[in-house]
């Protein structure tokens, strides 16, 4: 099973990264989707989908606290399970977005739905950050691999 996403630390800032591929009840990233519309960030669906570094776990954690609440339903950072148990990671931006949790100006949380679920990021794939850090996405990697 390969990683469609990694979340991870460089340099004292909040790297989410995916490998910008749609794949349906997977991942839709940032940009044109294939029914013609365009997203303004990404979601990604599933556990077994999101690789995610220790420290990762605790700057997303501080950012969603120290950033700005508010009641919209939209959010720079958001995690919460559907209906169906499974676990699902957005953000706003790019494909590849980092965030600088000492600079929050234009990071907000939007609780319009309810404020993340962060007990969940500890149910995501936990890999070591040095090794997403330096991982490249291609379609035969195996979760395994990051493991090793």
Known sequence: MSILAKIYVNNDKLYLENCGVY?????CPAGPTPAGGFSIGSTVIGRKNIA????????????????????NDLSCLSIFSTIYGDIVVGWLGENKTVIDPNHLEDVF???????PQLSLLNELRIVDNEVLKNHKFNSNDDIKTLNA
């Open 52 to 71: 995610i570094s220790q420290e990762a776990i605790k700057m997303f954690t501080d950012i969603v606290y120290n950033a700005e609440h508010n009641g």
């Open 109 to 115: 949380i939007g609780c319009g739905e309810g404020f």
């Open 23 to 27: 794949k349906d009840r997977e991942l």
